[in-house]
């Protein structure tokens, strides 16, 4: 397994376990599955109503806590100062956890309510409860007025990224203000079977032998990009970890480059309605 180090020090797995869309039954099976697997990091939020579930099946998975990497986020109606520290408390209480690894802002929504929450995010983390913080679905410049304004650079941005919407300018971006960039979406989403009949990734899946959902997630590996594909399905879970054994040359990588088209499948942070 590979890790990346956040700009705090703190290692983070570079696969974890999407569970977005999983019932609280499957995202039990499947957080024991992919813990049983080889997985270390799972990706929650409060607003996906599975985090009682997960963290159940943490804990029954007798897996010492500190081996862990576990995300939750803020959902968009506790932003806040007062509210995101009791939307906290409440994601820590039903993972049945004393911290997180990483809390999330999970959308901007107004400069206002972005600084509010985020300076509670700053305590938080400063108390031990959170060992890193960061926001998802920030644009440059929304983060810009994060760095302008708080204590503490964001450790991550986790942010829609597949390879139809590559963000490489907003990795470099990252990478100059030393903040780990993670990819949701990873396998496009809802839209996977778009990938899968995509003829470059046909031609690389026969080529390295791996499937197309593995030749996505290490795409993202080897641009150093945290990757958390969701399954519930055994298999699949099983298959979306077994990328550590290849590693796709610089050419191929150029290949898939070409593959961009700015595709955005989720809403633009600065037009959610929700
Ligand atoms: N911050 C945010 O706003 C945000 C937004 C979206 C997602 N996320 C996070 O990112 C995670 C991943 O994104 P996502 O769930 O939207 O999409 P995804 O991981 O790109 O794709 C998940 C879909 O692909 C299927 N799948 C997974 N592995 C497969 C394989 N090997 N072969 C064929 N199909 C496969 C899954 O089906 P089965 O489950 O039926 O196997 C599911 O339908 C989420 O679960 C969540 O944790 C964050």
Known sequence: ?????????????????????????????????????????????????????IGQAIKDSNIPRKELFITTKLWNTDQGYETTKQAFKKSLQLLGLEYVDLYLIHWFKGYEKSLDSYRALEELYEEGLTKAIGVSNYNVHHIMNIIENCKIIPHVLQVETHIALQNHFLQDYCIENNIQMEAYAPLMSS????????????????????????????????????????????????????VFDFQIDQKDMEKIKGLNQGKKLFPEPDNVIY
């Open 1 to 53: 397994m590979i890790q990346v180090k956040l700009h705090n020090g703190k290692f983070m797995p570079i696969v974890g376990l999407g569970t977005w869309k999983s019932s609280k039954e499957d995202a039990y099976r499947a957080v024991l599955t992919a813990l049983k697997a080889g997985y270390r990091h799972i990706d929650t939020a409060m607003i996906y109503g599975n985090e009682e579930a």
């Open 191 to 242: 839209h996977i079977t778009e990938m899968l009949a995509n003829p470059v990734m046909q031609e690389l899946s026969k080529k390295y032998h791996k499937t197309i959902p593995q030749i996505a997630i290490r795409w993202l590996i080897d641009r150093n990009v945290v990757v958390i594909p969701k399954s519930v399905t055994e298999s699949r879970i099983i298959a979306n970890f077994d």
